[in-house]
């Protein structure tokens, strides 16, 4: 074969190749996770939503008749005040376990999680740290309502603990996953002795149980119906490496390839 012959053979098997598979560049959980790691805006957007969740706690603290729970009931108004924060994506980052993933060519899976949980190694959410110590200061207790398993608080305390956040140690502040992952129980029974003044989290269901196991248009609308609550009473950071919404966009697809495919079909190329 001659050297032209041969040229224009490798120039056919790279332009299959490249026709047939994604560039690098458009692997979603590498471009998400890079984002979260490497990006000045999911920096502001972390310190957004920790300044504004200042600014409504001294507003929380006056008003008697606020809670930002829809649990709560009855006469709270005298109640003890307590902040509800979800852990992962919301004051712990784990984009390094992304990262592994991403790195791997591997999908999330509950022992890996769990040896990274092990780790304590997670650094924290940017002004994350400095809104509970001020709760803390202020008297407000704050709890991290998480979905982490029990089997992993002990983890979770110490990579906090390192890092500066508040724990008590007459009260258990850290909240694991119970038999179910919706947290609308453990919100309930916080209500039964706190006020609620804010809820921070990362996921939809960190502020209501409507959300739990919804389809994306369902979820899409109650966002809507609770407008006033974003920004005010329910603090929301950013988190575009995973979450609920996938759910839906995977379409119940069995492996990766199939998921990839199933999302590069959900997505709208007009309105
Ligand atoms: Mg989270």
């Known amino acids: 074969m001659g050297k032209t012959v041969r040229a224009f053979g490798l ?23 890079l984002w ?17 969740a200042r600014v409504q706690l001294e507003l929380a603290l006056e008003d008697k008749t606020w809670s930002a729970a829809s649990e709560q009931a009855g006469e709270f108004g005298d109640l003890a005040p ?20 991403a790195k791997a060519g591997q999908e999330y899976e509950s022992e890996s999680w769990k040896g990274w949980c ?26 991290y309502v998480t979905n982490r398993r029990a089997e992993l608080k002990d983890a979770t305390r110490k990579n906090l603990a390192a890092l500066g956040f508040p724990l008590r140690e007459d009260v258990e502040t850290v909240i694991p996953r119970t038999e179910s992952s919706d947290k609308t129980a453990r919100r309930a029974e916080l209500c039964k002795d706190y006020r609620i003044l804010l809820l ?30 974003w920004g005010t009473r329910w603090i929301v950071l950013p988190n575009p490496m995973y979450g609920d919404w996938e759910l839906n966009a995977n379409g119940g697809a069995p492996d990766l390839e199939a998921r990839t495919a199933a999302r590069r079909a959900a997505l709208r190329g007009a309105p």
């Open 11 to 33: 120039l056919v098997v790279a332009l299959a190749v490249g026709c047939s598979s994604a560039p690098p560049t458009n692997d979603p959980l590498v471009n998400c996770t």
């Open 36 to 52: 979260v790691q490497d990006s000045a805006e999911y920096r502001a957007l972390a310190h957004q939503a920790y300044n504004t």
């Open 82 to 101: 307590a902040i509800v924060l979800d852990v992962d994506e919301t004051v712990l980052d784990n984009s390094y376990y992304e990262a592994r993933l």
């Open 200 to 229: 921070i989290g990362d996921s939809a269901t960190d502020f209501s149980g409507a959300f739990v196991k919804q389809p994306n248009s369902r979820r899409n609308d109650l966002a809507h119906e609770q407008r006033e609550w």
């Open 118 to 143: 092990n780790e304590a190694r997670a650094t924290a959410v940017p002004g994350a740290l400095a809104l509970c110590q001020l709760a803390h200061e202020k008297g407000v207790a704050v709890f």
